[in-house]
């Protein structure tokens, strides 16, 4: 949660907005590469008294209250996290009266 805005801040700094783009999208090229390189399948194991409905897939996590509060407080934590990110540049911008970024090369 920290070292990726600043490793983000340095990238954009050092080869520009643009190649950081660029580099972001090749770290997520390899890791689809890696992924299907690694040809993992798993076949869901279903039990066959249950029936099919719309949460069939999510009853293991639904059924453990320690998975379901993890869950919902990360989730709590991701919203927060969001919120607070889009409050950081009205902060700048409109309360220390920051204004545009101005960068020198």
Do not use: H
């Amino acid at each position: 949660m920290l070292a990726g805005p600043v490793a983000g801040g340095v990238l954009v700094g050092w080869i520009g907005s643009r190649n950081a783009l660029l580099a972001d999208a090749a770290s997520f090229s390899l890791l689809a590469l890696v992924v299907m390189a690694s040809r993992l399948r798993r076949k869901p194991q279903r039990d066959d008294q249950e029936e099919e409905t719309l949460f069939v897939d999510y009853l293991p996590v639904l059924r453990n209250r320690r998975l379901m509060v993890v869950t919902g407080a990360l989730s709590l934590e991701v919203f927060a996290t969001a919120i607070a990110d889009v409050a950081f540049v009205f902060l700048v911008m409109v309360t220390l009266g920051a204004g545009r970024p101005r960068l020198e090369c």
